[in-house]
């Protein structure tokens, strides 16, 4: 100990051998006692007298090594050096009074002044490094305030703006009133130079909460500002909903409520984008009907009225996207259609583009991927697949399956989902033979399915040569209400006859209805013969208003319809990304069509009814 107080005392004494004498140095400091002979430094020091002021801490320490005051008189030592401009000596004074007295009360107060003192020297670097290092040591708030505040002016320096908000952000946390009051001035300063890209980019990559809710409502504020109505209460009130103790959040809060009125946003209009005429007038004609019973139906039952902007796509892709743009003139929050693969997805990017929700109804493989404000509502093959496969390995123990199918783009996409499914379920494919679909006599596929090249009309296959429990056909009815009949004049019998939706038709029924007597299992997530309370009402209703029995397409866009104004009137959908957020988050929604969920993708999978034939008459599996 007694080495380094002499290492310390030299150190001092050489910082001195540059300093200009005093004219008049008479001290006498071996007269005076330790406290007299620091009093009279101190006195000289605030008297701003500093060369004689730094002469006599300078005796303090030479004759006083060991006094409880020299941390105190190394401290006024780089001080004087600090205000004489002699900024390396002062550093070197500090860093010698954190070396040798770390435990003393002056040396986090020494630890800023070399902190300040790096930049004065412009050694922003070391400035960071050393502020770095030293801010895991044990300190008190205000020494932590001071060093973040330090950090953020090296990162302005440096033109690390994003940097020095998260530095000036954190000062502001744990400072006194007047330290935060310097440091939001610093924060708002830096937050200045961020641009909107700058301050999205800054949230994608803190974890921080606190500080990402900060910058949420920087952003919103930016928006306003820049009148960007829609995208600031989308901020706002994401921010207000996921931090609403957030310090911020009561400022945000106020700032909605004069949002709302500037936005364009009209929480109760929706556009009908449908193809009342052309080549698809038939489907999109029946889907209207479908939608326009479920705004009558909910608007009874709930109180809420909705405007509806209906236009017609005409079947035709680039006037679905003209429609699109004709719909966001009328300020409408969603897009229910269109149906056509091709207006689809013109309508589709439209809407992306202007960031309005839009269901469609389509078929259309992964049209929803071009965006996250676009979502889809309908019947998908990977749906029926699915229910089938499941269905018939769990529920019935098959694990053999054949598939027999139509040689164009219907019948191999099923063909190609049922063999991945059914593996997927441990079962296997026996065997999967094709057909011309122009031919009516489908003998030598099924000849070749059940194994045997040779077999003559007459020969009768015996179910025991059958090496399958199931075969999956996806044909239309007026196909596989051929197909069939042949099967069983063949012999095979006691498999399981599997289709698709397309089964779901009385001319099924007529064609092979007596094959198909508790053998067959169709997917469909439409069974207008359903007895439950919600299926009749929907059904009568139908009947009553148009004077006709509805479908699949009335039924689907009954049930889009219902969720999106279930949805519209939460009264936290204020705007189309708030709209959006509750889309995805609809879960098990129990419609006609099956009991539906939207996933990530903004894709709908429903729980499909299976049915079967039972005394001319379809019904339900159970």
Same mark, same amino acid.
Do not use: C
């Given at each position: 100990m007694k080495l380094s107080k002499l290492i310390c005392v030299m150190i001092v004494i050489t910082s001195l051998a540059c300093v200009p004498k005093a004219r008049v140095v008479?001290?006498?400091?071996?007269?005076?006692?330790?406290?007299?002979?620091?009093?009279?430094?101190?006195?000289?020091?605030?008297?701003?007298?500093?060369?004689?002021?730094?002469?006599?801490?300078?005796?303090?320490?030479?004759?006083?090594?060991?006094?409880?005051?020299?941390?105190?008189?190394?401290?006024?030592?780089?001080?004087?050096?600090?205000? !004489?401009? &002699?900024?390396?000596?002062?550093?070197?004074?500090?860093? @010698? =009074?954190?070396? %040798? $007295?770390?435990?003393?009360? $002056? /040396?986090?107060?020494?630890?800023?002044?070399?902190?300040?003192?790096?930049?004065?020297?412009?050694?922003?670097?070391?400035?960071? @490094?050393?502020?770095?290092?030293?801010?895991?040591? +044990?300190?008190?708030?205000?020494?932590?305030?001071?060093?973040?505040?330090?950090?953020?002016? /090296?990162?302005?320096? !440096?033109?690390?703006?994003?940097?020095?908000?998260?530095? $000036?952000?954190?000062?502001? =946390? +744990?400072?006194?009133?007047?330290?935060? &009051?310097?440091?939001? +001035?610093?924060?708002?300063?830096?937050?200045?130079?961020?641009?909107? %890209?700058?301050?999205?980019? =800054?949230?994608?990559?803190?974890?921080?909460?606190?500080?990402?809710?900060? =910058?949420?409502?920087?952003?919103?504020?930016?928006? $306003?500002?820049? *009148?960007?109505? @829609?995208?600031?209460?989308?901020?706002?009130?994401?921010?207000?909903?996921?931090?609403?103790?957030?310090?911020?959040?009561?400022?945000?809060?106020?700032?909605?409520?004069?949002?709302?009125?500037?936005?364009?946003?009209?929480?109760?209009?929706?556009?009908?984008?449908?193809?009342?005429?052309?080549?698809f007038n038939i489907f999109g004609n029946r889907a209207l009907k479908g939608a326009n019973l479920a705004l009558e139906s909910f608007s009874n039952k709930s109180g809420h009225t909705f405007n509806i902007v209906i236009k017609d796509t005409e079947s035709d892709p680039e006037k679905a996207a003209a429609a699109v743009d004709n719909l966001i003139k009328e300020n409408v929050s969603a897009i229910i259609g269109p149906m056509g693969s091709a207006e689809s997805v013109s309508a589709a990017n439209k809407a992306q583009a202007e960031k309005i929700p839009i269901i469609l109804l389509t078929q259309k493989e992964n049209i929803t991927r071009a965006g996250d404000f676009i979502f889809r509502n309908f019947l998908m093959p990977a749906m029926q697949v699915k229910s089938l496969v499941e269905y018939s390995v769990i529920h019935k123990g098959i694990k053999k399956f054949a598939i027999l199918y139509p040689n164009e783009h219907y019948g191999t996409t099923f063909m190609k989902l049922f063999q991945d499914e059914v593996r997927a379920h441990g079962g296997k494919i026996v065997r999967a033979e094709q057909y011309d679909p122009a031919l009516t006599d489908f003998t030598d596929s099924i000849r070749r399915l059940?194994?045997?090249?040779?077999?003559?009309?007459?020969?009768?296959?015996?179910?025991?040569?059958?090496?399958?429990?199931?075969?999956?056909?996806?044909?239309?009815?007026? *196909?596989?209400?051929?197909?069939?009949?042949?099967?069983?004049?063949?012999?095979?019998?006691?498999?399981?006859?599997?289709?698709?939706?397309?089964?779901?038709?009385?001319?099924? +029924?007529?064609?092979?209805?007596?094959?198909?007597?508790?053998?067959?299992?169709?997917?469909?997530?439409?069974?207008?013969? @359903?007895?439950?309370?919600?299926?009749?009402?929907?059904?009568?209703?139908?009947?009553? *208003?148009?004077?006709?029995?509805?479908?699949?397409? &009335?039924a689907v866009a009954y049930d889009t319809a219902m969720m999106l104004f279930r949805t519209m009137s939460m009264p936290n959908v204020r705007t189309p990304v708030s709209l959006r957020n509750e889309l995805v988050r609809i879960k098990n929604y129990n419609g006609l069509t099956g009991i539906t969920s939207f996933d990530g993708s903004g894709d709908a999978s429903k729980k499909l009814y299976l049915l079967t034939i039972n005394v001319g008459r379809f019904v339900e599996l159970k």
């Open positions: 008479n001290i006498q400091s071996h007269d005076l006692s330790d406290e007299n002979l620091f009093s009279k430094a101190e006195n000289l020091f605030n008297s701003r007298q500093y060369n004689r002021a730094l002469e006599a801490y300078s005796e303090y320490i030479t004759q006083f090594p060991e006094n409880h005051l020299i941390p105190a008189a190394l401290m006024r030592i780089g001080t004087i050096h600090d205000t !004489m401009g &002699e900024n390396e000596k002062a550093r070197n004074n500090y860093i @010698n =009074l954190i070396n %040798n $007295y770390p435990k003393s009360n $002056y /040396a986090s107060d020494a630890k800023i002044k070399v902190i300040e003192g790096y930049l004065k020297d412009g050694l922003l670097k070391e400035a960071v @490094n050393y502020s770095t290092g030293i801010l895991t040591e +044990i300190l008190s708030d205000y020494h932590i305030s001071k060093i973040y505040i330090l950090i953020g002016d /090296a990162r302005i320096a !440096m033109n690390h703006a994003p940097d020095a908000v998260i530095s $000036y952000y954190k000062a502001g =946390l +744990i400072s006194t009133k007047h330290e935060r &009051e310097i440091a939001d +001035i610093k924060l708002k300063n830096s937050m200045a130079q961020l641009g909107i %890209n700058g301050i999205i980019s =800054l949230i994608k990559s803190i974890k921080d909460n606190s500080l990402k809710g900060y =910058l949420q409502y920087q952003l919103g504020l930016r928006y $306003y500002e820049d *009148k960007k109505y @829609n995208e600031a209460a989308d901020i706002l009130h994401d921010f207000t909903q996921k931090m609403p103790t957030h310090r911020n959040a009561g400022e945000a809060k106020s700032i909605l409520l004069e949002i709302y009125p500037k936005a364009g946003f009209k929480t109760h209009t929706v556009g009908y984008l449908l193809p009342l005429t052309g080549a059940a194994g045997s090249r040779n077999i003559s009309e007459r020969d009768i296959i015996e179910s025991s040569r059958v090496d399958f429990e199931a075969v999956f056909i996806p044909d239309s009815p007026a *196909k596989a209400g051929l197909i069939i009949p042949q099967i069983a004049y063949l012999d095979i019998r006691n498999v399981y006859l599997l289709g698709t939706n397309l089964w779901h038709s009385q001319k099924m +029924i007529e064609m092979a209805g007596e094959f198909l007597e508790d053998w067959a299992i169709i997917p469909d997530s439409f069974h207008g013969e @359903n007895n439950s309370d919600k299926m009749s009402e929907f059904v009568n209703s139908f009947v009553v *208003k148009y004077g006709e029995e509805p479908g699949f397409i &009335e």
